[in-house]
């Protein structure tokens, strides 16, 4: 199974007799000369063997049968099959002319004509049309036939009503095609970007796909994974992938880890759809392999989306294994550090999952919002997008219909949201399109004043907590809750990139909330961290001494990057290097329990480095007389040895002294230098 075979879900024509309709027939009268006749004929025969092959004969016929219908456009049973055809493709809009066309020439054509004419209405959002054919429909049905039809018909009504609420409130947004550096007459579908936007990976059907072959079932050619980077204005060309990402069969996006290092495939050929997962290492991808999913993920079973939480410690995916709620559900687990695997998925409940297929599953970097796509609900056709959000008590949220006119009566799937929450990437066919499905960018539009922009001071990596807000007048746009914190990581005398574990720590909680690395060959990094937390942030590498910073981030703050370049410093005597997660009360030397996460930091280095001494040191602002600053700064150090020493650090390893006001590292001028003043720092005596 392929992945384009999810997007092309059609609508489903439930009870329809398509393979069942009669033969088209032809006479030489119609035509105005016998080779337009022969042509017409050898035309309506290659189309009908291709009908009579289903689902995917129908999309190939329509270039044998629309030709035809040009020289004979009353033909009833030519204009019928010509409906079902476009039904069956990517441009389904199309099929309402057609079965117009055929029931104005002949209501009797087919059983089900009622039935795909009120679907092509439905498809045009015509709504009230099709309810009025709907209801035709079910009202000349036997009584047999109503029990077995009744349910589809009552939800194509529903979703009718749903559609005309919806589309009375449309939401403010753009729908811009990406451009022809991503976007080729062939199909693209399933984006995903990291999340700074900087990158884009996603499947397309081309003839450059590795190995050139094209798949029996369809004829097109086989899925590869793309590529492309954004130069913060545009996309650029985007480029296969290549081995080991692509294979001589189908490779398809499924899903990628916010910071873009770690990548889920499908693979139709496994297990009836298994997913995948691939991790870049320098500039390289590895083989894309199934073993950390096995037994709780991938089953015997149809697995076909999933994505990562924030931290990486949560995948959340689609999959119709049994006791679910029907069809393909939404299920989650967690990631069990002890025994490095995936632990058993739970099936994510009755308020995400309905007795109606879920898929496209995408999970916010704010950690907070989940969106899918789903037929049931109060979906206005086939697949809509929905929106749930996370509580602070574990639930979720009764899911949200995030609108028209992304959401149309058609099937809307594989939505995904850049970090900032202004813009929305999915696959579609419009005409702006270029000819087939194509990626489009969703631009959420805010209030047309300025917005309001946070003042990065209150993220300062700070000793002492900030208090001050920042207020103003101006209309705010609404964005995330999150901030992006990326940069890249280097040695700091040769500033070669290097690859270093990146820990990010809940200060309040004790608790490490994920790990990452930087990229071995470029330094880069990229970290989400969703506002309400006060986050410590470690960065090791192997003979270095660690780097610490502190981002203390208030709920309320908005989307916003921030851009650091970390310098790591070997050990070597005299090195330097400030604990930006150490904290104390106010004007005090009490160590509060925020700092001890960063302080086992410190014992870790020291216990790995055994020959090691270190000053421990204070320092203060300008602010206050020298007899305090000097005091404070003196027992503040003290404190920090008292707790090594504590935790079985020898006494003749450390020393401790406090420099007042002596030894500013920024000026003390205004309040943002006076925080970096502000600070507890340790010095390498001998290694």
């Not at 005409?431 to 631009?443: A, N, P, R, S, T």
Request: glycine share 6%; net charge negative.
């Amino acid at each position: 199974m392929k992945k384009l075979n999810i997007l092309l879900l059609v609508v489903a024509i439930a009870f329809t007799n398509i393979l069942n309709a009669q033969e088209v027939e032809i006479k030489k009268d119609d035509f105005a000369n016998k080779d337009d006749y022969k042509i017409a004929k050898d035309n309506l025969k290659q189309a009908e063997v291709l009908y009579e092959l289903g689902r995917g004969g129908l999309r190939r016929a329509l270039d044998f049968y629309l030709p035809v219908v040009k020289k004979v456009p009353n033909n009833v049973a030519l204009n019928y099959k010509i409906g079902n055809c476009y039904l069956h493709s990517i441009q389904r809009v199309k099929c309402i002319d057609y079965y117009k066309k055929a029931y104005s020439l002949n209501p009797n054509i087919a059983s089900d004509i009622l039935w795909v004419l009120a679907t092509g209405y439905h498809l045009n959002a015509e709504f009230d049309k099709a309810i009025e054919l709907y209801t035709k429909y079910k009202n000349q049905l036997s009584p047999s036939d109503l029990q077995a039809k009744r349910k589809e018909i009552d939800k194509r009504v529903l979703e009718c009503n749903n559609g005309k609420e919806l589309i009375k409130n449309p939401i403010r947004v753009y729908i811009d095609n990406v451009g022809p550096n991503i976007n080729t007459m062939y199909p693209e579908y399933s984006p995903l970007i990291s999340a700074d936007e900087s990158m884009m990976m996603y499947t397309s059907r081309r003839e450059d796909t590795y190995g050139g072959g094209r798949d029996p079932e369809d004829n097109l050619f086989f899925e590869d994974i793309y590529i492309s980077y954004n130069d913060g204005k545009n996309w650029g060309q985007a480029k296969n992938v290549g081995k080991p990402l692509n294979t001589n069969n189908n490779d398809a996006t499924v899903g990628l880890s916010p910071d873009g290092t770690q990548l889920f495939t499908f693979n139709g050929k496994a297990n009836n759809g298994d997913i995948f997962v691939s991790s870049l290492k320098g500039s390289e991808w590895t083989s894309p392999d199934d073993g950390p999913l096995r037994k709780y993920i991938n089953t015997d079973f149809h697995e076909t989306s999933a994505s990562f939480s924030f931290d990486g410690k949560t995948m959340y995916f689609i999959s119709d294994r049994p006791d679910g709620f029907g069809g393909h559900d939404l299920w989650e687990t967690h990631w069990d550090s002890e025994k490095e695997r995936w632990a058993e998925a739970k099936n994510m409940g009755s308020t995400i999952n309905t007795e109606y297929d879920e898929e496209g599953v995408f999970m916010h970097p704010d950690g907070r919002s989940l969106y899918f796509s789903s037929r049931g609900h109060n979906s206005m056709g086939g697949f809509d997008i929905f929106k749930s959000t996370l509580s602070d008590d574990g639930s979720w949220s009764k899911p949200e219909n995030i609108g028209y006119p992304v959401n149309t009566p058609d099937d809307d799937l594989f939505f995904i949201l850049s970090a900032s929450g202004k813009h929305g990437y999915y696959s579609s066919v419009r005409d702006d399109g270029q000819g087939d499905y194509d990626i489009y960018m969703i631009i959420f539009r805010g209030p047309e004043k300025n917005p309001v922009l946070q003042n990065e001071d209150n993220l300062l990596a700070n000793v002492e907590p900030v208090t001050e807000s920042v207020i103003t007048e101006q209309v705010e746009i609404k964005t995330t809750r999150l901030t992006i914190l990326k940069g890249t990581v280097k040695d700091a005398l040769t500033l070669n990139p290097i690859e270093a574990q990146i820990e990010i720590v809940d200060n309040v909680k004790n608790e490490v909330i994920s790990t990452s690395k930087s990229n071995s060959s470029t330094g880069r990094y990229l970290i989400s961290l969703p506002s309400g937390r006060n986050y410590g942030i470690a960065v090791k590498a192997d003979g270095y001494l660690f780097h610490s910073e502190n981002f203390d981030i208030p709920a309320a703050t908005n989307y916003q990057e921030i851009t650091k370049d970390i310098l790591l410093n070997k050990m070597a005597v005299g090195q330097k290097v400030i604990l930006k997660n150490i904290f104390f009360d106010y004007a005090k030397a009490t160590l509060r329990s925020e700092s001890f996460p960063e302080l086992d930091r410190l014992i870790s280095l020291l216990t790995d480095f055994p020959n090691v001494r270190i000053e421990i040191s204070g320092h203060t602002d300008n602010q206050g007389s020298l007899t305090t600053n000097q005091k404070l700064s003196e027992n503040r150090a003290k404190a920090v040895v008292d707790y090594l020493i504590g935790k079985g650090i020898a006494t003749s390893r450390l020393e401790f002294k406090g420099y007042a006001y002596f030894q500013p590292i920024a000026s003390n001028d205004k309040e943002e230098g006076r925080q970096q003043n502000r600070r507890v720092e340790f010095k390498v005596l001998q290694n």
